[in-house]
Structures are given as C-alpha cells and as structure tokens.
C-alpha cells in the first residue's frame, strides 16, 4: 500500500507534467485563428488536460488534508506553515477550491459549445452539480479564509461565487445567441488556464520561498491577465458581429 507521501508525490509529479503542458497549449488556441481547425484541435487538448489536471490537484489537496505534516515535511520549522492548520488551510482547502474551480471552468467552456444545438443539454444534471460542488468549496475556502485569519483565501474565493453566477445565469438563459456560446466559451476556457497559471505561480513557488504562497501579488497578475483576455476576445467577437451586420 502507498504511503500518504508517496501518494502525494506522485500526483504532484502528474499534477506538474498535465499543469506544464496545460500553460503551454493555453496559447494555442488564444492567439490562432478563432474556429480553425488548428483552434479546435488544440483547444480540446487543452480541456482535456485542464480536467485531468484538475483532478490530480483534488488528489493532492485531499492527501494534504489528511496528512498535512506528512505530505510537507520540508515545513515542519517553517515559522507560518510549521503549524499543520494552515497547512491544511493553504496546501488543503484553498487548493481544492482552485482545482474544483479549474475543472468546473473547462467543463463549462467544454459544454457551453457542446450544446450549441441543444441548448437544455446544459442543464445536464453533471453541470449542475459541479456548480453546487464549486460553491461548496468556495464556501469552505472562505469559512476557512476567516479561521486562519487569511484575507489571501477570502478574496480568491469570491472567484469562484462570481464562475457559479455567471454559469448559471448562462445555463439557465432561455434562448441564448450564438455570440452568447463563444463569450461563454472564452470566458470559462481562459479562466479555466489562468486558474492554472495562478495555482503554478503561488503553489509551485512555496517550494523555494514559501511567503510567497499568500502574497497577494503573486495572485493578482494572472487574474488580471485573465480578465483582459477575456474582455479583449468578448469584445472582439461583439465587433465582428456587428461588422458582419454593417456589410449585410
């Protein structure tokens, strides 16, 4: 039988191969020709590997949850994370918030396109609950957020109340337009890759100096990466649209 640590090295091993070739791929589809066949192909890669991904890092916040000590030995003198809670607040909770967050984003973005025809196939009892699920963890980051005294794990949290609202009120939207779909799409497949950036910047850097896991700048720069991407290419869809009504 595995031990808790052998266990957890393993999945970070996987976690960091998917992760890496997710931050890669990511751009593919970002700056190519939007509905090539080379923006599809990758882009379904990149959904692929962003769920798998999020699944490892569920893995690894669950072991780090059961044994936090045991999983980071190497903070066992460290003057915050020596205290086994906020290890378990940090490496536990505020990571299965993120990686729930990450595989509800790719799903969504997956879904939302998935269904153009049929747009009830989103209400799909799977979606619905992997909404449920990331409001679960949002909530337990926040609660957990407040315990520790950790504004870093309040505010991130309030990420994945705004991904729960706008999904729903898309799945939920009677007639939706196709420019609806690809804003949609765009938002929950870049939100899904910064969600990774930012998991890789904060999480990976703890390794070599562990403050910066709640540094607040550490987390800033991929959200706000993320969200002029995403308003760039929304907006972008928005004037080809009305472009292609001028010349009707």
């Excluded at 039988?1 to 992760?19: A, D, E, N, Q, R």
């Excluded at 460290?78 to 790719?106: C, R, S």
């Excluded at 910066?212 to 649209?241: C, D, F, K, N, S």
Aim: hydrophobic letters at 50%.
């Amino acid at each position: 039988m595995l031990s808790s640590l052998t266990l957890f090295k393993l999945l970070v091993t996987g976690h960091i191969v998917g992760g890496a070739i997710g931050l890669v791929i990511f751009w593919i589809p970002i700056v190519g020709g939007k509905g090539s066949r080379n923006h599809r192909l990758w882009g379904h890669r990149f959904i692929n590997v962003m769920l798998l991904t999020g699944v490892l890092a569920v893995g690894i916040a669950l072991t780090t949850l059961a044994n936090p000590t045991t999983t980071h030995p190497h903070l066992e003198n460290h003057e915050v994370f020596k205290d086994p809670q906020m290890i378990k607040g940090i490496f536990g909770w505020m990571m299965l918030y993120l990686a729930t967050l990450t595989v509800n984003l790719a799903w969504q973005g997956k879904l939302c396109l998935h269904h153009k025809r049929d747009h009830s196939g989103n209400r799909a009892w799977h979606n619905l609950a992997i909404q449920a699920l990331l409001v679960a963890a949002s909530s337990s980051c926040f609660w957990h957020g407040i315990q520790l005294g950790q504004p870093m794990m309040m505010g991130i949290s309030m990420v994945g109340f705004a991904t729960v609202a706008t999904n729903v009120w898309f799945i939920y939207k009677p007639n939706p337009k196709p420019t609806d779909r690809i804003k949609e799409h765009i938002k929950s497949l870049v939100g899904a890759g910064i969600s990774v950036y930012t998991a890789f910047f904060a999480f990976g850097a703890v390794r070599l100096v562990p403050e910066l896991a709640l540094a607040p700048g550490l987390w800033a720069v991929p959200l706000v990466t993320g969200l002029t991407l995403i308003i760039y290419h929304q907006r972008a869809v928005t004037r080809r649209v009305a472009s292609s009504a001028a010349t009707s």
